[in-house]
């Protein structure tokens, strides 16, 4: 499969033999006393090529939901499964473990550190180049890293066992290594490769580097820089997945029930955008025009856990990760592209209990984006089982405590096959580019044609409407449509956590969760420090004190 494909995929057996796994009690995880000796390792080009697979293990995966879950996009009810549970309740403490974790830190430093040993034996053009890829993995680990914590220890080699004092650095300092790397990795990177060995599909491109390097100016407010990025990626030649046809299940969904269609033009206009947005994340259309970055998985060995996590519980799944009110809410009406008008919680109760017809009206008319990414009550999904319409069963064994299930990410095709997922878990992808353009290049100087383009791109795609030039003439305006479009586009897919942030906007949507009978699922206490997790206590008791804890905990 590897070599049919010409996709490199993440060798966690190789990983764990060559960068061993430090103690999980050991500061900032400390390299073990048993590495690889680099006398025996490091010796040809077949080695270096197989570390640095070994490293792309440590690119994030499904586990990039549960950002999500700690956002007003969805409700994640499992305490045990992510810090997402505790720390979206407000209730949260410094034993809170989250994201702190410099394994994958670890790994790069070691790679980078050892891999010149094999410059006699290998061409210096292909070293440099896995170098690069090795330090954009570091760079998004920092990322991720800096967003959750704000000041984090800035480590660029492998630590001793004694090093223990290792302070947090500022959180500029730290962004401006991230940016100073992307940029240069990004020189470095092809914009495409012709695969097969070492040249693989679905390994770090110049367009990954640009595009990190957008999503990072941006979540810093560098608004001109962020533009500049994502217009540079812009300029590599990604368009928006998209799909002609639909299969024989899919097109036994009955839609008919739920929008009002203008002719028959108009429901293709529908159903193709709805296939072409859920379609992006199934394995069939894998390595397809939109994918800048994905996590590659091995068929049959190195599943993702999405169909468990997203799935309710009479489907196998664990609802582990399910829509909020506040998501659905937030797709606009089809035919019109207008903001829908929110039912209330009391009227959606009382017509929920009694069975009344109106209960299904709010799921009528929306964004294709919606029958995409929620399952509600009397949706259907033929090409997960025939005949299948979805009903939620209060109170169930793993069923979701809102009302709803999220059915974007979820592939029907291992569903229907009983088998593990093993699609590929996308990382960054062109939309999310349009997206920073967008939103950047409108901060900068305010609407343009070219802003208006990036977005009707996306909405084109999805079926909607042109953005309304007149309705969203001004730049606040426009903030505020970029920012819903933004929401409704990416959802589930890791970006919500920062935006909320980043945007302020916090305080005001991190509120109390409800399901469709206005019963409470998830209290919900905003205060400030929660604009950062805290540090865990264990790591500054075993920094002697040398780590200071982030404000308020």
């Not at 073990?32 to 697979?53: G, H, I, K, R």
């Not at 680990?141 to 914590?149: D, G, I």
């Not at 302020?504 to 019963?519: E, F, G, K, S, W």
Request: glycine fraction near 6%; charged fraction near 20%.
């Amino acid at each position: 499969m590897m070599n049919t494909r010409s996709s490199i995929y993440i060798l966690t057996a190789l990983s764990s033999i060559l960068l061993f796994q430090a103690c999980s009690k050991d500061f900032l995880e400390r390299p073990p006393l048993d590495q690889v000796s680099q006398e025996t390792f490091w010796q040809s080009e077949n080695d270096v090529y197989q570390a640095v697979n070994g490293v792309y293990n440590q690119l994030p995966a499904d586990a990039i939901i549960y950002d999500d879950g700690a956002s007003d996009n969805a409700h994640a009810q499992y305490t045990w499964e992510s810090f997402a549970t505790e720390f979206s309740s407000g209730n949260v403490t410094t034993a809170l473990s989250g994201s702190w974790n410099f394994e994958d830190i670890r790994r790069c430093n070691y790679f980078l550190e050892n891999a010149d040993l094999a410059a006699p034996v290998m061409d210096e053009t292909l070293l440099n180049r896995f170098k690069a890829e090795v330090g954009f993995i570091r760079a998004f680990a920092y990322l991720r890293l800096m967003n959750k914590y704000g000041d984090v220890p800035l480590i660029t080699e492998t630590l001793e066992l004694d090093d223990v004092n290792v302070p947090r650095n500022p959180r500029a300092e730290v962004f401006q290594f991230i940016v100073d790397e992307l940029r240069a990795i990004a020189d470095i990177l092809p914009e495409t490769y012709a695969g097969g060995r070492p040249n693989e599909k679905g390994r770090i491109t110049k367009g990954a580097a640009l595009a990190l390097l957008a999503r990072a100016n941006l979540y810093e407010g560098q608004w001109q820089e962020a533009a500049d990025a994502a217009q540079e990626v812009m300029g590599l030649g990604y368009t928006l997945f998209s799909v002609s046809s639909e299969s024989a299940p899919n097109q036994r969904d009955d839609y008919s029930n739920w929008v009002d269609f203008n002719g028959t033009d108009d429901e293709q206009n529908f159903r193709l955008a709805l296939r072409s947005y859920e379609g992006l994340f199934h394995q069939v259309n894998e390595d397809n025009s939109e994918i800048i970055l994905d996590r590659q998985q091995i068929p049959q060995v190195d599943a993702n856990f999405l169909n468990t996590y997203l799935l309710p519980g009479n489907m196998g799944g664990w609802s582990s990760v399910t829509p909020t009110q506040n998501l659905v809410d937030a797709y606009d009406n089809y035919q019109t592209g207008d903001p829908i008008t929110p039912v209330s919680r009391e009227d959606r109760a009382a017509w929920y209990s009694s069975n009344d017809p109106r209960f299904a009206d709010e799921y009528k008319n929306r964004d294709p984006r919606f029958y995409a990414t929620i399952m509600f009550n009397g949706s259907p999904w033929n090409a997960l089982s025939n005949g299948f319409t979805y009903t939620w069963t209060p109170g169930a064994s793993n069923m979701t405590q809102t009302g709803y299930n999220f059915r974007k990410l979820v592939d029907p095709r291992f569903y229907t096959e009983q088998i593990d997922n093993h699609a590929n878990v996308i990382l960054i992808r062109y939309a999310e580019v349009l997206l920073t353009y967008a939103e950047a290049k409108n901060e900068v100087s305010g609407p343009d044609a070219s802003i208006y383009d990036a977005l009707d791109q996306i909405r084109e795609r999805a079926g909607m409407p042109a953005v309304d030039r007149h309705t969203y003439a001004s730049q606040a305006s426009l903030r505020e449509f970029i920012r819903k479009e933004r929401r409704v586009e990416l959802a589930l897919e890791g970006q919500r956590f920062m935006d909320i942030r980043r945007w302020q906007i916090a305080p005001d949507v991190m509120t109390n969760v409800y399901d469709v009978r206005n019963t409470l699922a998830q209290a919900r206490n905003w205060t400030d420090k929660l604009y950062l997790l805290p540090v865990p206590q264990s790591q500054i008791d075993l920094s002697q004190g040398t780590l200071v804890q982030n404000a308020g905990y």
